[in-house]
């Protein structure tokens, strides 16, 4: 991040190495707990068995999944692709769309995609907390087996609680993340070290030559043993989402330096213990620890899975946030839990959705191993996503050549592709739950998108022209009251239906009439300069456009204060805001959306977040006037 401007050589460095044990705390507890599962996944499904052979080539196979897809490409190349600093797979869908400029076939191809990849996103946010948690608790088998049939209890139990604290939000919660998952991966790394001492042999595997010689031995055995290594590859994807928390530099340091040699050591560990007593694949990572020491790591363990949880939930209200901005999601309630840091939110209808199908999740599956099905489907196809989203920012926006583009491009996809097609396999046996509710998702998304395309065309169709409207007025002027009326319209060419309503019945005109649009870019904040951009009409009659990023909370009456300095200053005392709300009606004689898109549309409409509320402004100075659109 560099030497910030007014911070000493010695302050840019306490600043780094805080944010750096932030960053561990918060973007790496997803990645970090991976070894619960992983290995024990991996080497005992699909009549695998946990040979020298497999052994070897399984770890080889994850670790050079770890250096070429975290390191190599999320690191390196996909955290460069950052959307003036924010990260994410929607901030990148933005940049993408930017990129690819006027070209509506393509931008509407890379926003489906970049949907879907949201999409699955949120059955990634159900998934890890659900496999994570009971991954943790299922230490206790080891520890005393006759408690087996407490583990989905307890797991659905932390799990309550964890959704049920997020209304506090995780300021406070958020540092003790940092140093907890300091002695989470110093922890795992020496159990890894005290393995590795035993059986020093284990480290061949760190010769790629293993993970080729798996696939050539196991054939279509191999191809689906990839469907566990992607395991080991969960949470790469917070890496880049995160970024804007953090800062790259931060990241890249925390992984490099501390997080991968961690893991590293911790797998292969792992690996040393199952070639000295193959018999331990029943859980491999808790058969590593000490029996002294079996409790206190089971709720290490338990506390560490919480915190990854943790990261994937915040994720999803932050993604949240950034479609409704982006209007592809109903405006919804988000409360902040931070004075001081705006990213900080809570959803609490995501929370409730979440929390829902994570206990559906834990009570249907039932084990980690059950539910490690389910993950890498999620997980891979958001990964596939990004690589081509990341390809067409590199084209379009860094100028990349189509030779390196093609080369790197080929490489990053195969390797995507092959993950995904392994976990395709896994469909019938829990496959289908992430990509269900990725689909509901996606349905939800891309409906309330075309239904907002809908209306506005309705209103543009349906409007009288503003600017005859104005000349009229002019020529027979109405009376006129003192105060400034502003009316929220889609369409700066035609007439709001407020301003007419409110001519019509009350047969008067403020003082000062303003209409004004609210437009979301696609980029996470805008420049001061950008904000505000003012016409004057005549007549006292104002175009005023506010525009907004979509990592901001738009604020109409704040941004209305700073109006004064473009020449037109408001008095917030004298100003009275007319809406128009519309009453969705779906018509199946009407070309539009499938009429049960129209009937979800219609019942999104009615139970979103009035704008008022999303914008920010005051109950007692709106006046709303309802008005019936037929889609």
């Not at 690191?75 to 600093?85: E, P, S, T």
């Not at 009326?485 to 007419?500: E, K, M, R, W, Y």
Request: net charge positive; proline share 5%.
């Amino acid at each position: 991040m560099g030497t910030h401007q007014g911070l000493s050589e010695a302050d840019a460095k306490k600043r780094l190495a805080a944010l750096s044990l932030g960053a561990i705390g918060v973007v790496y507890g997803d990645i970090g707990t991976s070894p619960l599962y992983t290995l024990q996944t991996t080497l005992s499904h699909d009549g695998m068995r946990p040979t020298p052979e497999s052994i070897y080539g399984v770890l080889s196979l994850i670790f050079w999944a770890q250096i070429i897809v975290v390191s190599l490409k999320y690191v390196l190349f996909i955290m460069r692709a950052d959307n003036k600093g924010e990260g994410g797979i929607m901030a990148l869908m933005a940049l993408a769309l930017r990129g690819v400029g006027g070209q509506p076939k393509l931008r509407w191809l890379l926003a489906i995609i970049g949907i879907f990849g949201a999409s699955l996103f949120y059955g990634d946010g159900v998934i890890t907390p659900a496999i994570s948690v009971l991954s943790a608790v299922e230490g206790v088998k080891v520890a005393a087996p006759g408690l087996a049939h407490w583990v989905v209890p307890v797991t659905a139990v932390i799990l309550f609680f964890l959704f049920a604290l997020q209304r506090h939000g995780t300021e406070r919660v958020g540092r003790l993340f940092g140093p907890v998952m300091v002695i989470w991966f110093i922890t795992i790394a020496l159990l890894g070290v005290r393995m590795i001492l035993t059986e020093p042999q284990v480290l061949y595997a760190l010769n790629p030559y293993h993970g080729l010689h798996f696939f050539m031995v196991h054939g279509a055995q191999g191809f689906v043993a990839l469907g566990g290594v992607v395991l080991a590859l969960t949470g790469a994807e917070a890496l880049y989402a995160d970024m804007g928390h953090f800062g790259k530099r931060p990241i890249r340091l925390a992984w490099f330096n501390f997080v991968l040699p961690a893991l590293v050591l911790n797998y292969f560990g792992q690996g040393a213990l199952l070639l000295h007593e193959p018999t331990a694949i029943d859980n491999p990572f808790f058969k590593t620890v000490p029996q002294v020491l079996l409790y206190p790591m089971i709720g290490l363990a338990t506390v560490a899975t919480v915190i990854a949880s943790q990261a994937v939930i915040s994720g999803a209200f932050s993604m949240t946030r950034e479609a409704m901005s982006l209007g592809y999601s109903m405006r919804m309630p988000v409360v902040h839990t931070s004075r001081e840091m705006s990213g900080q939110i809570f959803v609490p209808w995501i929370n409730a959705f979440l929390l829902v199908m994570v206990l559906v999740a834990v009570l249907g599956f039932r084990s980690s191993d059950s539910l490690s099905a389910a993950y890498g489907i999620a997980v891979t196809g958001t990964m596939t996503i990004t690589t081509v989203l990341a390809l067409f920012v590199a084209r379009h926006q860094w100028g990349w050549r189509v030779p390196v583009l093609l080369i790197v491009g080929a490489t990053l996809l195969i390797i995507d592709i092959s993950f995904f097609a392994a976990n395709l396999i896994k469909v019938e046996f829990g496959g289908w739950f992430p990509l269900v509710l990725g689909l509901g998702v996606f349905i939800i998304m891309t409906t309330w998108r075309r239904g907002r395309e809908l209306v506005v065309r309705e209103i543009k169709q349906g409007g009288l022209a503003l600017s005859p409207f104005i000349d009229n007025i002019t020529e027979h002027p109405p009376l006129r009251v003192p105060g400034t009326a502003v009316f929220l319209t889609a369409n700066q060419h035609s007439v709001p239906h407020a301003l007419l309503h409110n001519l019509k019945h009350n047969k008067v005109l403020h003082e000062r009439n303003v209409m004004l649009t609210v437009e979301m870019l696609e980029m996470p904040v805008v420049d001061v300069g950008e904000r505000i951009h003012l016409s004057p009409l005549g007549s006292d009659f104002y175009s005023l456009e506010l525009r907004f990023g979509f990592a901001e909370d738009p604020n109409i009456p704040l941004a209305l204060s700073k109006c004064a300095k473009s020449g037109l200053p408001f008095d917030l005392m004298d100003t009275t805001f007319f809406l128009s709300r519309e009453n969705i009606v779906a018509d199946k004689r009407r070309p539009g959306m499938a009429l049960w898109r129209d009937r979800l549309f219609a019942f999104m409409s009615r139970n979103a977040l009035p704008a008022t509320a999303f914008f920010q402004i005051p109950g007692n100075r709106l006046i709303e006037l309802g008005t019936q659109l037929e889609i």
